[in-house]
């Protein structure tokens, strides 16, 4: 996401290519009705209308949707950028810190007013996008306002009712975040479905069902797409980094199983993905 400024109000049902995936970008979710299981980083959120999640993005994460079941979600994606000048001058950088302190934080709301007050807001928003993009500056400013609104809105929220100690959970989910966990300390080793079960002491047929189960995806596919955010944050942080050590440092077997991986699932190489993320930067200062 290039974008500084993305927003999707009310969204129907899901793209077969969403994958467990990472972003620059701050994220605010907005369940709003049917059937979702939410993954963040190691965590797991059966969500219920109301419900809110706010993530600073580079944690992996992806929605787990029943087949053929409604999915119904708002979403705001946006770089801390646009607004940290206006938040400055009213004193309210506060206003971002849940995204810098907690990187993820699931807000339960049960659909009560102030829900349907910030649904409002982002409705209002979405047009206004529109009218942005096309230039006009009253638009721009209102859109940089209704963000701060927003934000102001989910700070409220969360103090009453933010939950970052999830709820107590079933055996199932207990295990695929101790499965999740586990990867993401262990990411640059050389893991298998066989050595993750010896280390969890966990059958192998019950390690790769439950946590597929519960999260949509297979053990490989999460411990490559813990590999793959770890590459892209070396590429960006580290520009002297060469490709052979970041690839070594994320777990990859090879630097050409690296490259052929990250243009995959990126669309770019890495070369591309870092004098792009570099120029994106530069702008931005």
Known sequence: MDQPLIVNYRVHGIWDNVDYHSHREYEIYLFHAGSCRYL????????????????????????????????????????????????????????????????????????????????????????????????????????????????????????????????????????AENIAAYIQLNYMERLSIDSIADALNISKSYLSHVFKEMTGYTIMESVMGTRLTQAKYLVEAEPNKSLKDIANESGFESVSHFSRYFKSKVGLTAKEYRRERLKIYSEER
């Open 40 to 175: 963040i980083h190691n965590q797991i959120y059966d969500l219920n209308p109301g419900d809110i999640l706010l993530m600073d993005g580079l944690a992996l994460h992806k929605p787990n949707v029943p087949p053929n079941s409604e999915y119904v979600r708002s979403t705001i994606h946006f770089s801390p950028e646009l607004v940290k000048g206006l938040l400055k001058e009213l004193g309210a950088l506060y206003l971002l810190k849940v995204f810098e302190k907690l990187h993820h934080c699931f807000i339960h709301t049960k659909n009560n007013e102030e829900f349907k007050q910030l649904e409002k807001v982002i409705s209002r928003m979405e047009r206004i996008k529109l009218k942005a993009d096309s230039g006009d500056l009253n638009a721009e400013v209102e859109m940089k306002a209704l963000l701060i609104q927003v934000l102001t809105i989910i700070h409220r929220l969360g103090e009453l009712e933010s939950l970052n100690v999830p709820a107590e959970k079933g055996e199932k989910a207990k295990h």
